[in-house]
């Protein structure tokens, strides 16, 4: 089978603070190799420190998107992260995303309508079934 290439969130519900990410990885792997890395104190990340603090079930995680290509999961992971910034969500993510915060790939290239109705639909599906989650206040 090949490899899952997906954008998720985390999401604390104590703080209401977000984090992006990409992994080629399921879910649930990813999550579980988060967990141990802030088990293990292996990085001095804000959101391994979150998860150390308030403990994995404070936090939700999503899927946001599938990928067809490393790049464009690069790509997608700034894109997260820039609009988490752009509507002022409080965000762990240090960096802008991509490949550790570098600025390859196809970053500013024009979404195409397809993709926009996409991100559109999937953050209308999100919003009603979380209220005042992309601004902290509830």
Wanted: glycine share 10%; net charge positive.
């Amino acid at each position: 089978a090949e490899s899952p290439m997906i954008i998720y969130m985390a999401v604390c519900q104590e703080t209401k603070s977000f984090y992006y990410g990409k992994t080629v990885k399921s879910l649930e792997q990813r999550k579980r190799q988060h967990l141990i890395d802030a088990e293990a104190n292996r990085t001095g990340s804000r959101f391994h420190k979150a998860l150390r603090k308030h403990g994995p079930d404070a936090f939700q995680w999503y899927v946001l998107e599938s990928c067809c290509s490393k790049e464009q999961l690069s790509e997608r992971e700034r894109f997260w992260i820039a609009l988490g910034r752009r509507v002022g969500q409080r965000l762990f993510n240090l960096s802008d995303g991509g490949d550790g915060g570098g600025r390859t790939g196809s970053h500013g290239k024009p979404l195409k309508p397809e993709v926009k109705e996409k991100i559109s639909h999937s953050l209308r599906e999100y919003y009603k079934s979380n209220p005042g989650t992309m601004t902290g206040r509830s």
